[in-house]
């Protein structure tokens, strides 16, 4: 079973950038998909942003397209979130997931991911 562990949060302005990492204690090699999710007080998990095992294939919420960046690197088994033109509505804890079992075709819901990290929080001041 996968361990994550998300780092690289932290506190900016708004038009500020951050990058935010997710080191896995196994292989993601074989991870289908990953994906990073945010979670604001008394919100719902939302997603993102997906990617999927070859790197190729990403996919974002319309929230942070042309903003956001998801990448992978499986020889080092790191998930990335490059975060840049960050907003105060960014501010929430971001988690990352993965699925072992099928690729992504879309941001899918946070149900659809069984491995979790236990988040990193973003916080952007206006």
């Known amino acids: 079973q996968v361990r994550l562990v998300e780092s690289g949060g932290g506190s900016v302005q708004a038009g500020g950038s951050l990058r935010l990492s997710c080191t896995a204690s196994?292989?993601?090699?074989?991870?289908?998909?990953m994906g990073w999710f945010r979670q604001g007080p008394g919100k719902g998990r939302e997603g993102v942003a997906v990617?999927?095992?070859?790197?190729?294939?990403?996919y974002y919420a319309d929230s942070v397209k042309g903003r956001f960046t998801i990448a992978r690197d499986n020889a080092k088994n790191i998930l990335y979130l490059q975060m840049n033109s960050l907003k105060p509505e960014d501010t929430d804890m971001y988690y990352c997931a993965a699925r072992y079992d099928l690729y992504c075709f879309t941001v899918l819901p946070s149900s659809s991911f069984p491995y979790w990290g236990q988040g990193t929080q973003v916080t952007v001041s206006s």
């Open positions: 196994g292989s993601i090699y074989t991870a289908r998909c």
């Open positions: 990617i999927n095992s070859g790197g190729g294939n990403t």
